[in-house]
């Protein structure tokens, strides 16, 4: 849950969606749902790189003032830790480490910081990334990784995903989706 100020409360756990909607510590993060609310973003890993039974690996991910979810496979993880550091195994973290990294002298995340940084990824990406410190998320893609999206214009909502079914799902409607350009 994001929420104007920089508010930022998380819950991750290394167990299924399924099992996580019955735990205290997730409903009391949706308690913080409210009218300065911004976003409120859900992720299930797959896993591929690092293991999801040590959570710092799981979604969502922060580095310094950056969170955000990844989907799809990173394949020069290794060299990107090896430039930019990150304490979590998992692909994605590098994806944080890489933005924060062109962050410098109090800059915030910008459009610019992105384009600039995804060039260094190599593999697929779906990303949705937030800066703490602004009320701004960025969603970005490259042609490996799906990112759909639906809206309600007139309610001022968007909802993003990686298929047009799992937006539909969670929404419990059928829905209208397009797909968000590389």
């Known amino acids: 849950v994001f929420n104007e100020g920089g508010e930022c409360f998380s819950y991750r756990a290394p167990m299924q969606a399924s099992t996580l909607d019955t735990l205290s510590e997730y409903w009391a993060v949706l308690d913080r749902i409210g009218p300065t609310t911004i ?13 999801p039974s040590v959570n710092s690996n799981n979604h969502p991910l922060k580095d310094g003032p950056l969170v955000g979810v990844h989907n799809g496979m990173i394949y020069n993880h290794r060299s990107l830790r090896a ?12 994806i944080l480490s890489l933005l924060n990294s062109r962050m410098v002298d109090g800059d915030y995340l910008n459009e610019s910081h992105l384009v600039h940084s995804l060039k260094e990824l190599e593999g697929s990406f779906a990303i949705a990334v937030a800066d703490a410190r602004t009320n701004n998320i960025f969603l970005a893609r490259n042609a490996g990784s799906p990112l759909v999206m639906a809206s309600n214009s007139r309610k001022g909502l968007l909802w993003f995903g990686s298929t047009q079914a799992i ?15 590389v």
């Open 167 to 181: 937006i539909a799902s969670g929404l419990g409607r059928p829905v209208s989706v397009s797909t968000l350009p």
């Open 39 to 51: 976003a409120v973003v859900g992720h299930t890993r797959a896993a591929t790189t690092g293991s």
């Open 83 to 94: 430039k930019y550091g990150t304490e979590a195994e998992v692909d994605s973290a590098v």
